[in-house]
């Protein structure tokens, strides 16, 4: 039998954690910061979502041995000039605050001229550590809309808000299965994937 290929998530975000963990083939052995509790958090000081993808990988990856896996994602909405961005989950002013970054969100879109489209897509930036050095950057993305109608219970973020292209519910109203195969998230791990697979890791 293979040994497990140890790989550690660099977040405490149960939600995220258990979304990656979910798309990974089964000889991952996956680790994330809440086991690593001692280890101080990373500020996301970067301007976009790849900075601090490589940012959080990179420190993290120099304080642990093996791969580190890293991901920074959230909400960009055309008509606010990309706006959530990289401060999806603190929008508010709260960190992780869904329901007033939801919320906000709603607001800034209702101030927008009657008629202003709602496209927007979620973006994942993924970046693959070792030793403090980045092996491999991946970006997924999600092509959708934003509905004024929250709707659904699962997910998390602006889940009850994104309605991907192709699809007449929210992101929160699709099963958890159908959510990993067509994410942000899941475009991102499928390149990490292939290139795990290349490169023999």
């Known amino acids: 039998m293979t040994n497990p290929t140890i790989l550690t998530i660099a977040t405490r975000n149960a939600h995220k954690a258990q979304e990656i963990a979910a798309i990974l083939p ?5 680790h994330t910061l809440a086991d690593y509790p001692t280890l101080p958090d990373v500020d996301e000081t970067g301007s976009t979502f790849a900075e601090n993808a490589a940012l959080k990988a990179c420190t993290i990856s120099a304080a642990l041995p093996g791969l580190v896996l890293a991901d920074d994602s959230g909400l960009c909405v ?3 000039g990309g706006a959530p961005g990289v401060y999806s989950a603190r929008y508010a002013g ?4 869904d329901a007033a970054n939801n919320a906000k969100l709603l607001a800034d879109l209702a101030a927008m001229p009657a008629g202003t489209p709602g496209t927007a897509r979620f973006m994942c930036a993924m970046c693959l550590a070792e030793g403090g050095q980045i092996k491999a950057e991946f970006i997924g993305k999600v092509e959708g809309s934003i509905t004024a109608n929250p709707a659904g219970e699962h997910g998390f973020g602006y889940d009850p808000l994104f309605v991907p292209t192709g699809y007449t519910c929210t992101m929160a109203e699709l099963p958890a299965e159908e959510k990993n195969r067509i994410s942000h998230r899941a475009d991102a791990l499928h390149q990490f994937l292939a290139y795990i697979c290349n490169s023999g890791i």
């Open 26 to 30: 089964a000889h991952f052995s996956v």
């Open 78 to 80: 055309d008509a606010l």
């Open 94 to 97: 709260e960190h992780g605050n």
